[in-house]
T-cell receptor, first 115, second 112 residues
Framework: DVKVTQSSRYLVKRTGEKVFLECVQD?????MFWYRQDPGLGLRLIYF???????EKGDIPEGYSVSREKKERFSLILESASTNQTSMYLCASSREQGPSEEKLFFGSGTQLSVL | DQQVKQNSPSLSVQEGRISILNCDYTNSMFDYFLWYKKYPAEGPTFLISISSIKDKNEDGRFTVFLNKSAKHLSLHIVPSQPGDSAVYFCAASYSGTYKYIFGTGTRLKVLA
């Protein structure tokens, strides 16, 4: 089974802090994603990466950056945390999308609170 | 612009009855649809999917129906069990893209 591991289940940070959320997958997947989940808004894509050192903005990239130095690891960085970034953050991975359909595998999530 | 919509934020069903969760989409390029289940404080888990070349896919108690002309899909759970109580998200994708677009979710509560 694919395992997507997020380093923290819960995090509490102060406004203005730099925050790193780490994600590791163990199935050699090409694609990795960061979503945030907020009540009434569903899952919204922040950034995704389709290869090492490659990244693309999702629907809500403002205030975030990402890093993918190794295939198995995808980091989400909040440069200067703000209270509106309090949310559940979900990392996911998938195989390279081709003619066949692929599904996303999610980590357990990191509940981030910015005070 | 919400390309994938789940218009019912919540649904309550008696144990043993059928649960029907609905999802509408606007982008006719979508050709692959998925349903995920999410418990509190956990990540979403894959439930079932359907390709646009089919109109039905079944897996045990779960069946997904796709009506392409109406741009509508539904998830049927029968019989519903208390352990099915969770938030259900539908998602859509299309060939050649890496992106999956999620709906806002429907919270299902199965009453014992």
């Amino acid at each position: 089974d694919v395992k997507v591991t997020q380093s923290s289940r819960y995090l509490v940070k102060r406004t203005g802090e730099k925050v790193f959320l780490e994600c590791v997958q163990d199935m050699d997947h090409e694609n990795m994603f960061w979503y945030r989940q907020d009540p009434g808004l569903g899952l919204r894509l922040i950034y995704f990466s389709y290869d090492v050192k490659m990244k693309e903005k999702g629907d809500i990239p403002e205030g975030y950056s990402v890093s993918r130095e190794k295939k198995e690891r995808f980091s989400l960085i909040l440069e200067s945390a703000s209270t509106n970034q309090t949310s559940m953050y979900l990392c996911a991975s998938s195989r390279e999308q081709g003619p066949s359909e692929e599904k996303l595998f999610f980590g357990s999530g990191t509940q981030l609170s910015v005070l | 612009d919400q390309q994938v919509k789940q218009n019912s934020p919540s649904l309550s069903v008696q144990e043993g009855r059928i649960s029907i969760l609905n999802c509408d989409y606007t982008n006719s390029m979508f050709d692959y649809f998925l349903w995920y289940k999410k418990y509190p404080a956990e990540g979403p888990t894959f439930l079932i999917s359907i390709s646009s070349i089919k109109d039905k896919n079944e897996d045990g108690r779960f069946t997904v129906f796709l009506n392409k002309s109406a741009k509508h899909l539904s998830l049927h759970i029968v019989p519903s069990q208390p352990g099915d109580s969770a938030v259900y998200f539908c998602a859509a994708s299309y060939s050649g893209t890496y992106k999956y677009i999620f709906g806002t979710g429907t919270r299902l509560k199965v009453l014992a």
